[in-house]
């Protein structure tokens, strides 16, 4: 039994909540889509945070 | 030669003075007023929180550092401004208490040209009975208390590896608590760490938060555009509870805390309580308590400060219903509403409102976050006050030609949410403008495209390398200035 499961209680507020599925998840840690994210998120925080102020 | 204070050696005032010393050192005099003999990088105390980093890693002496910046450091706490000066001082001036060395305890008026009042939050533990590391709950507000919290936290650990059930409660202490995204990073971290080692099924793990939606952080909530979809905050952040294996109470305003057992109010006007093993909970902030006096020596702190004791600054803080909030409300220089040579930066300056809805249930009690400020705008904020001032001592002009204002400038928050350099991860979100402005932006309130909501380990890289770059950044290393705030 996967003790790390957490049984879906109908009703709960937690039973509404959206759930990545494996796939999602496997993207999350795949080493060249998060090296992509890395610079492109890095750039568009600069960019953000420049354009912020005069 | 002018001569410039600077209040409180956090982020915003610890950013003023860098910039500050870079341009007048060699001709004029430029002072930090800190009761702190340390920095701390305050994000990462999320990591101290769970013995992935320890005190040292997040803080450095500032002393050497102001030395090697020519900045006058003086390790004492303000205690009262005197902005008209008085009988015996034509200059405006600040009283500070020493808190260190053999001057103790010794007063000093310290006169100015300009000042900054930087000093960040009070961390009102006492507005909440019972909350605080000196009482039933933990904080990760600064370093020391984050690490108490992982001392207390690998007690529970401890338990569960013999097979005992832990109750893990992390939220918001106090019914007008902000900060809400630090809570939510660490309930993260507690459970990555928990399920690292394979004990979530003997751990209940609760997030508690006085918003009225998860997701809200304080600043209304946000809508992020992702997987095709413009999505709520809210989806977000109950897809990342969800997927942590963490339960939520929302819309709660803790009332007081015992041992084991947490208070509050709901926004239906219900009392309940909460059983609890481990419970970090955030307190609300409150400005740092120092007075105001004008020339005759009478008490005008009601004129220079809010009620909560932070600044009036050139904001509208004319009393008005949520939905006539808008935009221009918000201060853009964040020059004293009262005197003309005092800024307030940072956590210092009062909004002049929320950002997210007032609510309040049937027994009158505020169940609402008020507004964040986090690192990104403070730095930015300390920055933009530091070039006003500059500007104005070397030209003789009395112009702002620097402005930023909450409502037009954008922010990044990196929710850590585990800690490894290839399993580690964190939920990236980015808004622009922070402060929603419905007017300009009437179908999302903010600009779509800038705004993310990415999960996944490139965030975690990411606030790793925000770490080791503002560290250096602070610690005034070559070309420090080009790393923006």
Excluded at chain 2, 149 to 162: D, I, N, R
């Amino acid at each position: 039994m996967d003790t790390q499961k957490n049984k879906t209680i109908p009703y709960s507020n937690t039973s509404y909540g959206t759930e990545p599925t494996k796939m999602v998840r496997f993207f999350r840690r795949f080493f060249i889509l998060q090296i992509y994210y890395f610079f492109k998120l890095n750039f568009k925080i600069m960019r953000i945070v420049a354009g912020g102020h005069s | 030669m002018a001569k410039v204070v600077v209040l409180g050696a956090g982020i915003s005032g610890h950013t003023a003075v860098s910039y500050l010393s870079k341009a007048l050192r060699k001709n004029h005099e430029v002072v930090m007023v800190s009761p702190n003999s340390n920095f701390q990088w305050i994000p990462s105390n999320i990591w101290v929180g769970v013995g992935k980093m320890t005190p040292e890693q997040v803080k450095f002496k500032l002393a050497p550092v102001y030395k090697k910046m020519g900045v006058n450091y003086k390790q004492a706490m303000a205690i009262s401004i005197h902005p008209e000066g008085d009988v015996e001082n034509e200059k405006g001036y600040v009283t500070i208490k020493y808190v260190t060395g053999a001057d103790e305890g010794k007063e000093e008026k310290v006169s100015y040209d300009y000042l900054i009042n930087g000093t960040g939050p009070k961390l009102n533990f006492e507005a909440t009975e019972g909350l605080g590391p000196d009482k039933f709950t933990q904080s990760v507000c600064t370093f020391d208390h984050a690490q108490h919290a992982w001392e207390t936290l690998q007690e529970s650990l401890k338990k569960m590896e013999q097979g005992e059930k832990q109750t893990f409660l992390i939220g918001t202490g106090h019914p007008m608590a902000t900060c809400q995204g630090a809570a939510f990073e660490y309930v993260l971290n507690v459970a990555f760490e928990i399920k690292k080692r394979n004990l979530m099924h003997l751990a209940d793990i609760w997030w508690i938060s006085n918003e009225y939606e998860l997701g809200d952080f304080g600043m209304g909530g946000a809508y992020v555009k992702r997987n095709g979809y413009i999505t709520p905050t809210k989806i977000f952040t109950e897809s990342i509870l969800k997927e942590y294996g963490i339960k939520w109470i929302k819309r709660a305003g803790v009332q007081k805390v015992e041992k084991g057992k947490v208070f509050y109010e709901d926004l239906e006007g219900k009392y309940h309580t909460k059983a609890f093993d481990f419970a970090m909970l955030i307190p609300g902030f409150a400005g740092a308590g120092m007075k105001a006096y004008n020339k005759n020596n009478e008490d005008i702190s009601s004129e220079v400060f809010v009620a909560n004791g932070m600044m009036k600054v050139d904001a509208d803080y004319t009393p008005k219903p949520y939905e006539q909030w808008c935009a221009e409300d918000w201060p853009s220089t964040y020059q004293s509403v009262k005197y003309d040579h005092v800024y307030a930066a940072g956590i210092a300056f009062a909004p002049p409102h929320g950002m997210s809805k007032p609510m309040e249930s049937p027994n009158g009690t505020k169940i609402f976050p008020t507004p964040p400020r986090t690192g990104m705008p403070s730095g930015v904020i300390g920055k933009i006050v530091a070039q006003n001032i500059i500007h104005m001592i070397k030209t003789g002009k009395k112009e702002h030609l620097h402005k930023a204002s909450m409502a037009k400038m954008g922010a990044a928050c990196i929710v850590s949410a585990g800690y490894g350099i290839f399993n580690g991860q964190a939920a990236v979100m980015t808004v622009n403008p922070i402060v929603s402005d419905w007017e300009k932006y009437p179908e999302w309130g903010r600009k779509i495209n800038d705004t993310v909501g990415i999960v996944g380990t490139a965030g975690h890289w990411i606030k790793l390398f925000m770490h080791y770059m503002f560290l250096y950044k602070a610690k005034a290393k070559p070309f420090w200035y080009l790393i923006p705030e």
